[in-house]
């Protein structure tokens, strides 16, 4: 009959505590011991074994560029699994001119800059000197909260973090809005959110006196989402301007991509509007 090292373990007690009386208990109480403890250790070692994969790799034969130089080592090679390559990180790191690093006091590899490294928008141009309208269906609205956008050196475009406006736009790119008429004859109306169905915004306590706010964004079935945390030191989903600035930027493009949306913009130079539009 076979048994597991625990119901092993309880039979030959049994029988240690049989000849224990016979005066017999202690030679056969030492081979036993031992004979558990190898079962055990046997029975451990091969259940260990059966997690361990075995991966055969091969030294690839076509050749590899990162922005336009190739990329080749006789000490790392590139390697092929499965119709997949597998390349040194350290070696695309450098040619990509990406920091990788080994934390040896978190015992990981950490690509890009150390957490501890906040990343800041630095010099940017403002466009507030144009009024923000939303194209839909052809015809211009002036946001009920207007965003404030601003695009970085890299061409790259934040707006500054409001709940309402940010609540907002998602509405908008949801189409989930109502549009009510202007005076303004230089455009067709005002729009505004008709809910807020698409953020959960929530208190969160750090001590019984200090608290942070975070918020989660997502689409319309719930299926992607952009999470915010203004959590002291260790923000998320939001940038600085500088370490002295308390505005916060969300990325414009990554943060509508990451909900499912795409959105782009028109500037009018005559009629000093910066069009947005979704899609």
């Not at 990180?89 to 990406?98: H, I, P, Q, R």
């Not at 002036?142 to 965003?147: G, K, M, R, S």
């Amino acid at each position: 009959m076979r048994r597991n090292p625990r119901s092993l373990n309880i039979y030959l007690h049994a029988i240690i505590v049989k000849n224990e009386n016979n005066g017999d208990g202690g030679k056969l109480k030492k081979f036993v011991s031992g004979l558990v403890i190898g079962i055990a250790i046997t029975s451990a070692t091969s259940a260990y074994a059966e997690q361990i994969k075995d991966y055969v790799l091969t030294k690839i034969e076509y050749p590899i560029f990162v922005n336009g130089s190739e990329l080749k080592s006789d000490e790392l090679p590139a390697l092929n699994y499965q119709g997949n390559t597998y390349l040194p990180l350290k070696a695309v790191g450098n040619a990509l001119g990406t920091k990788v690093n080994w934390n040896q006091q978190l015992g990981r590899v950490e690509i890009g800059d150390s957490p501890d490294v906040k990343p800041k928008i630095g010099v940017y141009t403002p466009y507030n000197q144009y009024v923000q309208v939303i194209n839909i269906n052809g015809k211009n609205y002036i946001f009920n909260y207007a965003p404030f956008v601003i695009k970085d050196s890299s061409g790259k475009y934040f707006f500054r973090f409001d709940t309402e406006v940010v609540n907002l736009l998602v509405s908008i790119g949801f189409k989930d809005y109502i549009t009510g008429p202007s005076e303004n004859p230089y455009i067709d109306g005002y729009v505004e959110t008709r809910n807020r169905n698409f953020v959960e915004d929530k208190t969160n306590y750090t001590s019984i006196t200090e608290t942070y706010r975070s918020y989660r964004y997502f689409n319309t079935d719930k299926t992607k989402e952009y999470l915010i945390s203004l959590k002291p030191n260790e923000e998320k989903g939001v940038i600085k301007i500088d370490d002295f600035s308390l505005e916060r930027y969300l990325p414009l493009n990554d943060f509508f991509e990451q909900l499912g949306m795409k959105v782009s913009f028109v500037l009018d130079d005559s009629k000093k509007m910066m069009i947005w539009s979704f899609k």
